[in-house]
Each structure stands twice: as C-alpha cells, then as structure tokens.
C-alpha cells in the first residue's frame, strides 16, 4: 500500500513539473513575441476586447480543425497532417507575433477541455512549440516587410523552421518521451518506420526520413492555404 502511494505522488510530482515546464516555455515564448513586437514590429492596433475575440475564434477554429487529421504515406501512423496552423497564423499575421503565441495557447487549452489528452500532454506540448516554431518566424518576417514578399519569405522560413526545429525536437525528446510513456522500447518505434521504408533503421533515420519530410509538407501545405485564405478572411472581419 506504501509503495503504492509512494508511486502515485511520484506521479503526481512528473506530471506537475512536466506542466511547469510546459507554463514556462509559453511564457519565454509569449515574452519573446512581446520584445520583438515592442522593439521592431508594428502591429495593428486594436482594443484589447476585439483583439482577445479574434483570438479566441481563431483559437477555437483551430481546435476543431486538430479533429481532422491525415496520415501521410511516407510516415508512420503517429505522424498525421492536420491543418490547425492555419487559422493560427492568419490571426498572427493580422494581429502579430504575441497574438499567435497565444491562439497557439488557447488552441492546445481548448483542445484538451473538449478532448483531453492521450499522450499526458506530451503530444499537445510538442503540437505547441512546433506550431510556435512555425507561427513566430513567419510573423515577424511578414510584419517587418507587409508586402506578399514578405509573407512568401516569412512562411518559407516558418517551413524551414518548423522541419528544423521538430526534427530536432523529435529526435531529442519527443519520440524517447512516447517510448517512455508506452513503454515501447526506441527500437520497436523505429520498426514501424522500417515497415513504410525500409531505409529507416534508427531513431536518426526516422527523422531524417519521415519527420523532416512530414514537417515540410505541413509548412508547405499550411503557408498554401494561408496565402489562398488569408486576405479574403482579413476582410471578411475587418481587422484593419
């Protein structure tokens, strides 16, 4: 019975700092947005009341769209395309860097009330800082220029970003973390990507082969329809 209680709190004690870290990375994040948008950027003005209402729409547009996702042939089945960012950076791009940081936030907050969680929040802390990783160069590019240049240039450095970033990311800590949360053993993930490629025959080759080109299709695929959405929507609310 004491070993049981002793497990549990230990339990308890993960969860709690894991959510901390989480808490923490947001607002390194959020203050990041802050200093770049104050010191360089010049975002739209906005009272704080609409402001906090197109992110909360967009944020719960978000949400809804994490419920339809796609696997890609090329990756195993963990990896699924979903097109969430969308929304998320057409409201960064309207209202800037710190906007998308926190319909980012309220889109990972909203999924897990309506959905919860199956990964112990691994998963949605990843979803959050790659989705960062992607929203925050392309804003700040398209902010400083405001021309369709610039929105080019900065979702193209999103993309490169966001491959860079969650592969690394990945390979780091996201697939030992579900190896140790499932208690699968590396080697057991990496054989369900050696039965796509059989190329794929480490923790290094996955990524390389799987993450990496499943990252660039989802920057590619979300900066498309980004540039196909975003004016007709920008105008549709009159955020300027």
Not at 18 to 25: H, I
Not at 176 to 205: H, K, M, R, W
Not at 219 to 232: A, E
Request: charged share 15%; aromatic share 14%.
């Amino acid at each position: 019975m004491f070993d049981h209680l002793k497990d549990l709190w230990a339990a308890v004690q993960d969860n709690v700092l894991f959510l901390l870290m989480c808490l923490l990375v947001f607002a390194g994040l959020f203050l990041a947005a802050l200093a770049v948008e104050k010191l360089w950027l010049k975002p739209p003005k906005q009272s704080s009341a609409r402001r906090a209402a197109y992110i909360g729409v967009f944020g719960a547009i978000a949400a809804i769209l994490m419920y339809w996702e796609f696997p890609l042939p090329f990756a195993p089945f963990f990896y699924e395309l979903d097109f969430s960012e969308v929304p998320v950076l057409i409201c960064s791009f309207s209202l800037g860097p710190v906007a998308g940081v926190v319909c980012e936030f309220v889109k990972i907050l909203l999924k897990l009330v309506i959905k919860g969680t199956s990964t112990a929040f691994v998963g949605d802390f990843a979803n959050f800082a790659t989705g960062c990783s992607f929203i925050l160069p392309a804003t700040v590019i398209y902010h400083r220029f405001k021309t369709r240049k610039g929105a080019l240039a900065g979702m193209a450095a999103g993309t490169g970003t966001l491959t860079v970033f969650g592969s690394l990311f990945n390979a780091v800590y996201l697939i030992p973390a579900f190896s140790e949360l499932y208690g699968l053993p590396l080697d057991q993930i990496v054989g369900i990507g050696t039965g796509i490629n059989p190329a794929i025959t480490s923790v290094g080759t996955l990524v390389l082969l799987a993450v990496a080109p499943f990252n660039l299709v989802k920057g590619v695929v979300v900066s498309l329809l980004t540039f196909l959405l975003y004016k007709h929507i920008e105008r549709l609310f009159r955020m300027r």
